[in-house]
């Protein structure tokens, strides 16, 4: 299979702060999701980028692929940011293997 | 328009029993998917399917079997379960396997 990390694996952010994670993987993909577990358990998918840059609203992310990296950027963190976001690729863009990371788990302080 | 649903929420078996659960979408997605969430870990890919009446193996399907008779519905049965098998269970579906998946609640099981 195909090796993901996230770093970090806990983050405490006062509200309004801005935070960076980061997910590297150990092979090419051609398929790279971002998602947010709320504290309900939720699933969320917030970006489908297997290259390049998105954003929505307080949050975007960034694929390089050739670097083998995503980065989610989260600015001016609200209470509801809270959570653990997971990073998933898969080799191929047609490919149903996807592989999780083990999440950073974010917590938002008012 | 309720997404993806999942039957039940929560679930205690005893060791051997077995059960059904129950993954619906009202999208007319063509990809559904069954994973498990062990605590602490990301989420591991089950079973899935491309279309009605196909299935295939994931990266842990030992334990487990799936149908898919209809488009909208996508079934996960353990046959004997084992306390192994305890853990979070999310279904989700896709357009196709490159597009973002949505994520059903949730299914909570243990196995005693």
């Known amino acids: 299979g195909i090796q993901v990390e996230q770093s970090p694996p806990d983050l405490i952010l006062q509200e309004g702060a801005n935070s960076t994670l980061r997910c590297n993987f150990s092979?090419?993909?051609?398929?790279l999701q971002w998602f947010h577990q709320n504290p309900w358990g939720q699933l969320i998918n917030l970006f489908y980028?297997?290259?390049g840059t998105k954003q929505n609203g307080r949050l975007s992310a960034t694929t390089v692929a050739t670097e083998r990296y995503s980065l989610l950027y989260i600015s001016s963190s609200q209470t509801t940011d809270s959570g653990v976001y997971f990073c998933?690729?898969?080799?191929?863009?047609?490919?149903?293997?996807?592989?999780f990371g083990t999440g950073t788990s974010l917590t938002v302080i008012p | 328009n309720a997404g993806v649903t999942q039957t039940p929420k929560f679930r205690v078996l005893k060791t051997g029993q077995s059960m059904t659960l129950l993954c619906a979408q009202d999208?007319?997605?063509?990809?559904m998917y069954w994973y498990r969430q062990d605590p602490g870990m990301g989420l591991r890919l089950i079973h899935y399917?491309?279309?009605?009446?196909?299935?295939a193996k994931g990266e842990v399907p030992d334990g487990y079997n799936v149908s898919r008779l209809k488009k909208q519905n996508f079934l996960l049965g353990l046959e004997s379960a084992a306390p192994s098998q305890t853990s979070v269970y999310f279904c989700?579906?896709?357009?196709?396997?490159?597009?973002?998946?949505?994520f059903g609640p949730g299914t909570r099981l243990t196995v005693l």
């Open positions: 989700a579906s896709s357009i196709w396997s490159g597009t973002g998946k949505y």
């Open positions: 092979d090419s993909v051609n398929n």
């Open positions: 999208m007319n997605h063509e990809y």
């Open positions: 980028i297997p290259s």
């Open positions: 399917s491309v279309g009605e009446g196909t299935t």
């Open positions: 998933a690729v898969a080799r191929s863009n047609t490919g149903n293997q996807f592989y």
